[in-house]
Structure formats: C-alpha cells, structure tokens
C-alpha cells in the first residue's frame, strides 16, 4: 500500500490518495479538498482495477453547498461501461477513467501501458468533469521521454504537460499544476 497527497499549485486544492495493490485487484482511493469555481467542495472516489490497471468500478461522491452527487460506474470483461444499470455505448472499449480533479488517474494508463523510454500510446479515456459529473471521451496522448518521466497530452495537444512519476506511477510532479507534498 502506497499514500501520496498532492496540492495544485494555482488553487487552494489537496488530494489524499491511497493505492493498494494485491494480486488480483488494485484500488485508488481518495479524497479531495478544494475551491472549485469559488466554492468549497469535497470529492470522495474510490477506483477498483483488474491487476493489469483496466478500470472495473467507479465510484465518485462531490459535496458542495448545492448539497451532494455521486456517480457510480461499472466496466465488464467485454470493456462495456454501465451506469446505473445502463449500457453507455459511447463508452465501450476504453480501458481508463480521468477524473478532472486528481492526478491519480494518470497512473492507470502509465502502468497498463508500461511504455518503454521513447515509446508514445493513444489512448481514450472516460473524463469525469467536475463538479457537475458529467462523462465525456477524452484521447489521450503519453510518452515516455525518461525512465520518470512522461509527456501527457489531451485535446488534439492543446493541452500538455511533463509529469514526473515515482517507481510506483505516482505523480510527483504534474506540470506547473501539482506537486506531490
């Protein structure tokens, strides 16, 4: 088992993240503090993986002044998502969930995919935007540019980043936007 807890650099936002590995099964769980868009919120998640790091449950609780949300997601074997009992179709295939606030998920495809120094995978993630819940397709882009260190970029590259990982995966380094403390 491994804790990390990171802060974003620009707001005032910790995450708390505990990764535990075991042979079959590997969970991400978590809880964020933040002002997002003015207001205070907590996000609770917790993230089951198979042991090759491809998402199998999701579950994310927001608390805010509005009051409180969750969203809670399945994958199957046949890489199929559900929420709530409903296939979303628009979803099948992928393998890896982003959530918006957190630099954990960057983990999953890092560790799926163990790219090798100077190797680059695109990948579609599931992206949970915030604080609203909402899913949406996001690619994807990592390479690998140093034995710790990864190029992320989303958007079609409008958006880039360097990220630098411990031996676990981890985020160290994200950016200008977190930093492990």
């Not at 088992?1 to 620009?10: G, K, P």
């Not at 296939?87 to 998920?105: A, H, K, N």
């Amino acid at each position: 088992m491994t804790s990390v807890l990171w802060r974003m650099r620009s707001e005032p936002l910790l995450e708390y993240c505990r990764v535990s590995e075991a042979s079959a099964a590997i969970t991400l769980q978590g809880t964020v503090v933040a002002r997002w868009e003015s207001y205070p919120l907590s996000v609770r998640y917790k993230l089951d993986c198979a042991h090759d790091w491809r998402i199998q449950h999701a579950f994310v609780e927001i608390v805010g002044d509005s009051g409180a949300s969750a969203i809670e997601l399945t994958v199957d074997n046949q890489q199929r998502w559900w929420r709530e009992g409903r296939e979303l179709p628009e979803f099948r295939g992928l393998t890896d969930i982003d959530l918006q606030v957190s630099p954990c998920t960057n983990t999953l495809p890092i560790r799926r995919l163990n790219l090798a120094v100077g190797e680059r995978a695109n990948v579609t993630a599931v992206w949970l935007r915030f604080p609203q819940l909402e899913l949406e397709r996001l690619d994807q882009q990592y390479t690998r540019v140093g034995p710790h260190s990864y190029r992320y970029e989303s958007g079609q590259g409008a958006f880039r980043a360097d990220l630098e990982v411990d031996g676990h995966g981890l985020v160290v380094r994200y950016g200008d936007l977190w930093e492990r403390v």
